[in-house]
């Protein structure tokens, strides 16, 4: 009996620990801004938006990526040049496109560690060691700058994903919820898997 209530203790002191442990998302607040992703030859620069746990990352003028982390779901949107428009819903295992470093630490943070501060495009910043149990429920470990004097929004970013490291740093930072429009999915969008379907359709007009 001491020893059923002992180990009784032990599962529910892990327990609390857990919940303790595993934290909500981040609770920066909305904006816009300006990615930049840094190479070692060029740096690529796009648009970004957070809504809540939702990232617009527009690629292109023609073509955006939504990334809603409570739905684990990414939406590619495009724009064709007569106007006409396409939506195709992913899973995040069958997205293959270059990813946002802000998408990928949207989710339950595991764990935070302070690894110091930095003076970064003239912000002074907290830097944190952080894991995520991102949109697809892996771990994913990055090192995000967070902004003092912009509430703790990241202006830079550092993630390991497959392999890779990918680089990253927010400019242009204006603090504020962008138009809802900019996140609504169409109401018709095409699952990943039923691509060829629709292709094929259009080869047969």
């Known amino acids: 009996m001491r020893t059923r209530n002992f180990l009784r203790a032990i599962?529910?002191?892990?327990?609390?620990v857990g919940m303790g442990f595993a934290q909500e998302g981040w609770k920066f607040p909305d904006f816009s801004a300006t990615q930049v992703f840094q190479g070692h030859k060029?740096?690529?620069?796009m648009k970004?938006?957070?809504s809540g746990a939702i990232v617009r990352l527009e690629r292109s003028a023609a073509i955006s990526t939504l990334y809603a982390t409570e739905k684990s779901k990414i939406y590619n949107l495009t724009t064709y040049p007569d106007d006409s428009r396409q939506c195709v819903s992913m899973e995040p295992e069958q997205a293959k496109m270059l990813p946002s470093p802000l998408g990928l630490i949207q989710g339950r943070i595991v764990q935070r560690v302070a690894a110091g501060s930095e003076v970064v495009d003239g912000h002074a910043t907290k830097i944190e060691d952080v894991t995520v149990i991102g949109i697809d429920g892996k771990m994913?470990?990055?090192?995000?700058?967070?902004?003092?004097?912009?509430?703790?929004?990241?202006?830079?970013i550092e993630s390991h994903i497959h392999g890779i490291t990918l680089r990253a740093s927010f400019r242009d930072i204006v603090i504020g919820t962008p138009d809802k429009a900019?996140?609504?999915v169409p109401s018709r969008c095409t699952p990943f898997e039923k691509m060829w379907q629709v292709a094929e359709a259009q080869g047969l007009k």
Not at 11 to 16: H, K
Not at 140 to 156: M, Y
């Open 42 to 45: 060029a740096e690529m620069a």
């Open 182 to 184: 900019l996140f609504a």
């Open 140 to 156: 994913i470990e990055s090192r995000v700058w967070e902004a003092e004097d912009l509430k703790g929004i990241p202006v830079k």
């Open 11 to 16: 599962v529910l002191t892990f327990s609390f």
């Open 48 to 50: 970004v938006y957070l």
